[in-house]
């Protein structure tokens, strides 16, 4: 990826991963331009399917398109930060991310964006104003 894209794709996501919202200012390691649509599932490089990601939440992912919900245990669609709202899928609650649908539910519990480091990091950042 050049850099040039890296750095629209990183300006468009204001910082922070698309996925868990963790901001990459308070990272050890790179962040990275994730294809949402893996190129072994037909995704291209374009800005549509780019999206800015910790390292956590893109090597989670992988090329997933799809997880189950945790409580009806159905298949759904992974969250698309490209198509879908943050906010119609996720809340932050103190430092845990809460899925409020079947999409943010799996997707909470795929990518595990409330590890016990990932939750104790969250809260820090949180306590310092870095957030």
């Not at 890296?6 to 698309?18: H, W, Y």
């Not at 291209?44 to 945790?70: H, V």
């Not at 245990?73 to 809340?91: I, K």
Request: a neutral charge; aromatic letters at 6%; glycine letters at 6%.
């Amino acid at each position: 990826m050049d850099a040039a894209t890296r750095d629209q794709v990183r300006q468009r996501a204001g910082g922070r991963c698309e996925y868990c919202r963790f901001p990459d200012h308070a990272s050890d390691l790179p962040f990275h331009v994730e294809h949402i649509v893996a190129s072994s599932h037909g995704g291209d490089d374009s800005m549509e399917n780019l999206a800015w990601a910790c390292a956590r939440c893109n090597l989670r992912k992988g090329p997933n398109l799809a997880t189950i919900d945790p409580d009806t245990r159905t298949q759904v669609a992974l969250y698309s930060p490209r198509t879908m709202s943050w906010d119609e899928h996720f809340e932050l609650r103190a430092s845990r991310i809460v899925g409020l649908s079947a999409i943010g539910r799996g997707t909470v519990r795929l990518l595990d964006m409330n590890d016990r480091r990932r939750l104790a990091h969250r809260m820090e950042l949180m306590e310092r104003l870095q957030w």
